[in-house]
T-cell receptor
Framework: GAVVSQHPSRVICKSGTSVKIECRSLDFQATTMFWYRQFPKQSLMLMATSNEGSKATYEQGVEKDKFLINHASLTLSTLTVTSAHPEDSSFYIC???????????FGPGTRLLVL | QQQVKQSPQSLIVQKGGISIINCAYENTAFDYFPWYQQFPGKGPALLIAIRPDVSEKKEGRFTISFNKSAKQFSLHIMDSQPGDSATYFCAASNSNDYKLSFGAGTTVTVRA
């Protein structure tokens, strides 16, 4: 159990467009979902924490108007990168946590390339 | 600033050997310490985790050693196999917000 999926796995877009990434917990209800960004050969950096039914909380330095997060149900969270620019190109990974659980289960990641 | 310091950055080990990765933390509010394995282009996968009331935990070939007073913990990979070649991340979180702070990662290469 504890499977998390992401869609799409890879996306290429033009500068200035918006991209939506979906994160789904397939076999459990996720009270909390987290969004991370990972640049090549670097560690995971937490961008925001998303609780079902409430506004996401963003880490310092992450623009909330640029990275829109919605957690409308216990199994789905979305990250929308608005007006994407080449510097937003990265590997975006979500994770999900069960209620009362401390373990985060990660999705397979989404590779975003902005041209 | 990284709340969890991890070393070494990379290591090479012969098949059948032992890989050892070390991590240290400062925040005493951390109460959960997982290790994740990540292959290129994939998301991290949970390997093993420990809480501070336990000094050692073993699952198969993977062992976590935890030293609460020194605020250090380490991962030992016994009988390393080529399939273990990956990047390993230590992490820490607390039960208030469950946010994970990751170490910088260690790239392990197991030579056949």
């Amino acid at each position: 159990g504890a499977v998390v999926s992401q869609h799409p796995s890879r996306v290429i877009c033009k500068s200035g467009t918006s991209v939506k990434i979906e994160c789904r917990s397939l076999d459990f209800q996720a009270t909390t979902m987290f969004w991370y960004r990972q640049f090549p050969k670097q560690s995971l950096m937490l961008m925001a924490t998303s609780n079902e039914g409430s506004k996401a909380t963003y880490e310092q330095g992450v623009e909330k108007d640029k990275f829109l997060i919605n957690h409308a149900s216990l199994t789905l969270s979305t990250l929308t990168v608005t007006s994407a620019h080449p510097e937003d190109s990265s590997f975006y990974i979500c994770s999900a946590r069960r209620w009362l659980g401390e373990t985060q289960y990660f999705g397979p990641g989404t590779r975003l390339l902005v041209l | 600033q990284q709340q969890v310091k991890q070393s070494p950055q990379s290591l090479i080990v012969q098949k059948g050997g032992i890989s050892i990765i070390n991590c240290a933390y400062e925040n005493t509010a951390f109460d959960y310490f997982p290790w994740y394995q990540q292959f290129p282009g994939k998301g991290p996968a949970l390997l093993i985790a420990i809480r501070p009331d336990v000094s050692e935990k073993k699952e198969g070939r993977f062992t976590i050693s935890f030293n609460k007073s020194a605020k250090q913990f380490s991962l030992h990979i016994m009988d390393s196999q080529p399939g273990d070649s990956a990047t390993y991340f230590c992490a820490a979180s607390n039960s208030n917000d469950y946010k994970l702070s990751f170490g910088a990662g260690t790239t392990v290469t197991v030579r056949a």
